[in-house]
């Protein structure tokens, strides 16, 4: 028997296919995006709903399965786009009735921690999570995530998208400016670290002054990285000195970004301990995970609908 799992927080439908030891058979998404706007919140339902019975075909057919080897579908009940997760709810509602599956709803943030976690073989890291919406450093203490520090308003990829979409970069724009990074040079930014959380809004207009005064993208790219990547540094390596974690694992979309990953690894290796990421189809938001997350929580969890704000540290 396999687990199926359904991604459709935010910008991606996803149907990933595992089994009850971690093995992935398949983990097929398809994204929304948009050449000159951000996420609209209809538009992304729209793509769900157009996508969803393809992608699933897809992925049972690269899992080699049929419905009746499917033992329960899990979901991603929040935290998200409204919209998005009651598309996504509705659809695996209807499997779920057709094929007579039991629905088990996921927190979608627990889902990227634990699948790093299992991919790496990793025993008690310091989390660190950077989405688009999300940027938190966590740990479990007895069996719960405790959130060390966060974001007290935007998350980072938010704000590479916002300031994406200010220069004319398109949406998703975190890859691009990893790209236009390695031309730039530095100009100060604000380095908006409050205690053991962050603030990114700050940035993100001064970045648009800038931008207004004729700095060039190449250097704000540049500069936004290396100031907000600092930022995260510092105050993961807080949380691992408080805590005497001696792993760290890097999960979520701005993961991928190659020197997020050299800062992290630097800091990690200048305090023995090491540095762990996900590789690039498990980064970002899948289906596979959300299976995953439900193999854990089988027990403990249900068809609940959704809940747009629920936080790791509810779970
Ligand atoms: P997620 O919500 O976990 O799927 O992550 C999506 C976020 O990751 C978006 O804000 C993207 O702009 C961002 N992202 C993707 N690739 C990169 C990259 N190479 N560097 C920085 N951010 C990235
Ligand atoms: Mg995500």
């Excluded at 998404?29 to 969803?52: F, L, Q, T």
């Excluded at 100009?187 to 700050?202: A, H, I, N, Q, R």
Aim: with cysteine; aromatic share 8%; glycine share 10%.
């Amino acid at each position: 028997m396999v687990i199926m799992g359904v991604e459709s927080t935010a910008h991606t439908f996803g149907v990933g296919i595992v089994t009850e030891d971690g093995n992935i058979l398949a983990n097929v998404k398809d994204s929304y995006s948009s050449p000159d706007a951000g996420m609209i919140p209809d538009e992304v339902a729209n793509h769900h709903k157009s996508v969803a019975e393809e992608i699933r075909k897809k992925s049972f057919k690269e899992a080699g399965i049929t419905w009746d080897d499917v033992e329960f579908i899990s979901y991603s009940a929040g935290p998200g786009l409204d919209p998005a997760l009651w598309t996504g709810y509705n659809i695996v509602k209807s499997w779920s009735e057709k094929n007579k599956k039991k629905l088990v709803g996921v927190n979608h943030c627990c889902a990227h921690l634990s699948i790093g976690k299992v991919w790496n073989k990793l025993k008690d890291p310091c989390y660190l999570y950077v989405s688009g919406v999300n940027t938190q450093i966590i740990v479990q203490e007895e069996g719960r995530y405790r959130i060390m520090g966060e974001t007290l308003d935007i998350g980072l990829g938010n704000l590479l998208d916002k300031f994406g979409r200010v220069v004319g970069l398109g949406f998703p724009a975190g890859q691009k400016i990893e790209e236009l990074a390695k031309k730039g040079k530095y100009v100060e930014l604000p380095y908006t670290v409050k205690g053991m959380d962050m603030s990114f809004s700050g940035i993100l207009t001064k970045v648009q002054q800038l931008h207004n005064k004729g700095i060039s993208v190449e250097d704000l790219c540049f500069s936004l990285q290396e100031t907000c990547f600092a930022m995260l540094a510092e105050v993961v390596e807080r949380a691992m000195a408080n805590t005497d974690k001696k792993e760290l694992l890097l999960v979520g979309g701005v993961g991928a970004n190659k020197r997020f990953c050299e800062m992290l690894d630097i800091m990690c290796k200048e305090r023995g301990a090491r540095f762990f990421k996900v590789p690039i189809d498990l980064a970002g938001d899948q289906g596979a995970m959300i299976a995953w997350e439900g193999v854990l929580r089988r027990n403990e969890s249900e068809d609940m609908e959704v809940d747009p704000h629920w936080r790791t540290d509810e779970v």
